[in-house]
């Protein structure tokens, strides 16, 4: 680390998200490290989402639909931020699951890669709430990768705005 950082994130890659055993032991040795070379920094971490319900990447890891693997990715989260006195979290998965079951049909892309307009802003604007506090309501921004309705772009600010 060769200045010093504000905020650190940290996440698990998906497929091993939803247990915390397979965080350990290197969740607590990049902390560490943190902790060491940039003391003043917040830690947080970036929450993963479920994948598509149905799709086949969900049924590898034994489930079937969005909820079931969300609520064990919550869990192990919830953990990870207890046993490295976390900052806070960045509740991604939670977000794409309100969008979900609130309007927004798919934000997926290849089933667990969020899509490069709807998906990709939402998360942004996700970001960007949490680490500011800042309101996310009439945010004008519109270089989208991929096409992002009106109506899209309401339903996920008031979404985030509203519940986190």
Known sequence: INREWDVITIQQVSTESVDFANYKPY??????????????????????????????????????????????IKTAYEQAKIEISADGIIPSGEMIGCILHNGIESVY??????????????????????????????????????????????????IIEEQF
């Open 109 to 158: 892309r290849d089933t667990f890669h969020l899509k490069l307009g709807i998906g990709r802003y939402a998360a942004g604007l996700l970001w960007y709430k949490v680490l500011t506090g800042n309101s996310v309501l009439n945010n004008s921004f519109c270089d989208f990768d991929e096409e992002v309705s009106e109506s899209e772009k309401e339903t996920v600010q008031k």
């Open 27 to 72: 969740i607590f040795e990049l902390t560490n490290y943190i902790k060491e070379h940039s003391p003043k920094a917040k830690i947080y971490i970036h929450q993963t989402w479920a994948y598509e319900s149905g799709s086949k990447k969900i049924n590898e890891l034994g489930y079937e639909v969005y909820d079931e693997m969300f609520k064990d």
